[in-house]
């Protein structure tokens, strides 16, 4: 009997209680050309079932009639700790009930005594052949759970972009899910997108000034986002076409704010180490896991305001700050229907003008009836109209000379609805650039309206503002600098120190009874930003204004 375990060989235990048997049959057969080795010998069952831990068998050759434990009883025991081990039954009695009771426990084979050395290498040849073919096969399915594996990733990323596209159904998405390892906990979500603009007269797969393709800065972008967002949040992120997208959980909907900020800091770091302006746009949060989808569509909305925006500084927007009613339902896979509607709120006349030609012309190359034309006609300017209702337009005042979105059912060319689609897109544009223009100059006059109220408390700042409006801080700054030509702490600045001059002029109190009454906590600081406006200190003013 050989010792420890030889590469490539089946382990065998021999148990019988007859040493002459025990020891005929262990020189009689050639284990190793068969393929086997034995690797130990028992007296006993009860001796067998304490060598199977330390042995680890492939295969037991077992004698029925044993003190101890019998054969069968060894049998059922070891079914119970290795059920996959093989079996070999041997017994000097040739009784049917043995017989039945093997091939209840599946014995590969059963042999009466005396067994001829043939006989014996005959059964493991064919046991061998059996466990050879269940090797391969183990191997083959360990083969597929490690591709498996190397390929989750890749199966991951596909159904995250499924999931945000909308193409999973949601019972599939929770399915899906958990076959990835993505809890979906009962919490809030949103889209964040992330966009890297092209370098100047340069393709976006052409190296830049930094020695980097758009694709490596993609994924420089996409690791600072991780770091970034992935701080205080449970994040899913991957590169999709030209975008980082990033699902987002937040604990609570305030998180949003926190959030905005996180994703502007993405987009300055991305700024600095690309040399690339980098937009963000957030979708709207929800707990459905199937509003992903409607997020992302958001978040693909707000990023085309943070492009246009990005010059003022505002690199991040959140599709709430801009748009009233943030869900509108855009037609899927109907890319020119989407950037007319994106047109209507962000373009200038030629803009929209472009955009329904190019909507137009597919039309007319899809060789349609022209029913199934005003069938889908109909279906555009029904998300058109959506559009104006979340402005809360008047939709008589959108169309011409009374008609109404049925007439298109009247029409009989293209052409002709064309010119009055064109007329409707253009109106419903107008009237949402001035709703904008408007709502910004309410913010704005809102905000400066609580700095009047309020300018003589210390804390006052742009967040307690935007706490008030319940607007994000980003988007705030964007547009008051925009509407008042400097930014916000400056305006604060201004007014308090008008109704400082106004409190040195009128009163005789002391000047960090002053500074506490226009919202300096300390004195020494109000004087500093005194001096810097006006030149001298409010002691000096003050002097100036008695002649002294």
Same mark, same amino acid.
């Given at each position: 009997?050989?010792?420890?375990?030889?590469?490539?060989?089946?382990?065998?235990?021999?148990?019988?209680?007859?040493?002459?048997?025990?020891?005929?049959?262990?020189?009689?057969?050639?284990?190793?050309?068969?393929?086997?080795?034995?690797?130990?010998?028992?007296?006993?069952?009860?001796?067998?079932?304490?060598?199977?831990?330390?042995?680890?068998?492939?295969?037991?050759?077992?004698?029925?009639?044993?003190?101890?434990?019998?054969?069968?009883?060894?049998?059922?025991?070891?079914?119970?700790?290795?059920?996959?081990?093989?079996?070999?039954?041997?017994?000097?009695?040739?009784?049917?009930?043995?017989?039945?009771?093997?091939?209840?426990?599946?014995?590969?084979?059963?042999?009466?005594?005396?067994?001829?050395?043939?006989?014996?290498?005959?059964?493991?040849?064919?046991?061998?052949?059996?466990?050879?073919?269940?090797?391969?096969?183990?191997?083959?399915?360990?083969?597929?759970?490690?591709?498996?594996?190397?390929?989750?990733?890749?199966?991951?990323?596909?159904?995250?972009?499924?999931?945000?596209?909308?193409?999973?159904?949601?019972?599939?998405?929770?399915?899906?899910?958990?076959?990835?390892?993505?809890?979906?906990?009962?919490?809030?979500?949103?889209?964040?997108?992330?966009?890297?603009?092209?370098?100047?007269?340069?393709?976006?797969?052409?190296?830049?000034?930094?020695?980097?393709?758009?694709?490596?800065?993609?994924?420089?972008?996409?690791?600072?986002?991780?770091?970034?967002?992935?701080?205080?949040?449970?994040?899913?992120?991957?590169? %999709?076409?030209? /975008? #980082?997208?990033? $699902?987002?959980?937040?604990?609570?909907?305030?998180? *949003?704010?926190?959030?905005? &900020? +996180?994703?502007?800091?993405?987009?300055?770091?991305?700024?600095?180490?690309?040399?690339?302006?980098?937009?963000?746009?957030?979708?709207?949060?929800?707990?459905?896991?199937?509003?992903?989808?409607?997020?992302?569509?958001?978040?693909?909305?707000?990023?085309?305001?943070?492009?246009?925006?990005?010059?003022?500084?505002? %690199?991040?927007? /959140? #599709?709430?700050? $801009?748009?009233?009613?943030?869900?509108?339902?855009? *037609?899927?896979?109907?890319? &020119? +229907?989407?950037?007319?509607?994106?047109?209507?709120?962000?373009?200038?006349?030629?803009?929209?003008?472009?955009?329904?030609?190019?909507?137009?012309?597919?039309?007319?190359?899809?060789?349609?009836?022209?029913?199934?034309?005003?069938?889908?006609?109909?279906?555009?300017?029904?998300?058109?109209?959506?559009?104006?209702?979340?402005?809360?337009?008047?939709?008589?005042?959108?169309?011409?000379?009374?008609?109404?979105?049925?007439?298109?059912?009247?029409?009989?060319?293209?052409?002709?609805?064309?010119?009055?689609?064109?007329?409707?897109?253009?109106?419903?544009?107008?009237?949402?650039?001035?709703?904008?223009?408007?709502?910004?100059?309410?913010?704005?006059?809102?905000?400066?309206?609580?700095?009047?109220?309020?300018?003589?408390?210390?804390?006052?700042?742009?967040?307690?503002?935007?706490?008030?409006?319940?607007?994000?801080?980003?988007?705030?700054?964007?547009?008051?600098?925009?509407?008042?030509?400097?930014?916000?702490?400056?305006?604060?600045?201004?007014?308090?120190?008008?109704?400082?001059?106004?409190?040195?002029?009128?009163?005789?109190?002391?000047?960090?009874?002053?500074?506490?009454?226009?919202?300096?906590?300390?004195?020494?600081?109000?004087?500093?930003?005194?001096?810097?406006?006006?030149?001298?200190?409010?002691?000096?003013?003050?002097?100036?204004?008695?002649?002294?």
């Amino acid at each position: 009997m050989k010792k420890g375990k030889i590469m490539g060989f089946y382990r065998v235990l021999l148990a019988d209680d007859e040493e002459e048997i025990r020891e005929g049959i262990l020189r009689r057969v050639d284990w190793n050309t068969l393929g086997f080795e034995v690797v130990a010998l028992a007296e006993n069952g009860m001796e067998a079932l304490e060598m199977l831990e330390k042995e680890t068998p492939d295969v037991i050759m077992t004698d029925i009639r044993m003190p101890f434990l019998d054969g069968l009883e060894l049998i059922e025991k070891v079914m119970e700790i290795c059920p996959t081990i093989k079996i070999i039954l041997f017994s000097g009695f040739d009784e049917f009930e043995y017989a039945q009771k093997a091939i209840r426990l599946n014995v590969e084979a059963y042999m009466l005594k005396p067994m001829a050395t043939a006989q014996i290498e005959e059964n493991l040849i064919n046991l061998k052949k059996k466990m050879d073919a269940e090797r391969e096969e183990r191997q083959n399915v360990e083969e597929l759970k490690i591709n498996y594996l190397e390929s989750l990733p890749v199966m991951k990323e596909q159904f995250l972009i499924g999931w945000v596209e909308g193409r999973i159904r949601e019972a599939d998405i929770l399915r899906k899910a958990k076959q990835y390892q993505i809890e979906l906990q009962d919490t809030w979500r949103t889209v964040v997108l992330l966009k890297l603009s092209k370098s100047l007269a340069k393709n976006f797969d052409q190296e830049d000034a930094y020695g980097a393709s758009g694709e490596l800065l993609l994924i420089a972008i996409k690791k600072t986002a991780d770091s970034f967002l992935g701080r205080f949040h449970h994040i899913h992120s991957f590169i %999709y076409l030209d /975008y #980082i997208v990033v $699902i987002t959980e937040l604990a609570w909907d305030s998180q *949003i704010t926190m959030l905005i &900020n +996180e994703a502007n800091e993405v987009c300055k770091a991305g700024k600095n180490f690309t040399g690339r302006i980098v937009t963000a746009g957030i979708g709207g949060i929800y707990k459905n896991p199937d509003a992903v989808r409607v997020s992302y569509r958001e978040a693909y909305n707000a990023l085309e305001y943070s492009t246009l925006l990005a010059k003022e500084g505002a %690199y991040t927007i /959140y #599709i709430k700050d $801009i748009d009233p009613d943030h869900s509108i339902k855009l *037609i899927p896979n109907q890319e &020119n +229907e989407q950037m007319l509607l994106r047109a209507i709120k962000l373009e200038d006349r030629s803009g929209i003008e472009k955009k329904i030609n190019m909507f137009f012309s597919e039309l007319e190359g899809s060789c349609l009836p022209f029913y199934q034309y005003q069938i889908h006609i109909l279906k555009i300017l029904a998300s058109v109209l959506e559009i104006a209702g979340t402005y809360e337009l008047n939709s008589s005042e959108l169309f011409i000379n009374g008609m109404d979105i049925s007439d298109v059912l009247k029409m009989h060319s293209l052409e002709e609805i064309k010119k009055w689609m064109t007329y409707i897109c253009f109106n419903i544009s107008e009237k949402i650039q001035q709703e904008q223009m408007d709502s910004r100059k309410h913010i704005v006059k809102k905000a400066k309206d609580l700095v009047e109220g309020s300018y003589f408390d210390d804390t006052l700042s742009a967040e307690k503002i935007c706490s008030e409006l319940h607007i994000s801080t980003a988007y705030f700054s964007t547009v008051f600098k925009k509407e008042e030509k400097m930014n916000f702490i400056s305006y604060l600045t201004e007014v308090r120190l008008k109704h400082a001059v106004r409190l040195l002029e009128t009163t005789s109190d002391k000047m960090y009874l002053i500074a506490s009454k226009v919202g300096y906590a300390e004195p020494n600081y109000f004087s500093y930003v005194f001096k810097k406006k006006y030149g001298v200190p409010p002691t000096k003013y003050r002097r100036s204004l008695e002649g002294v």
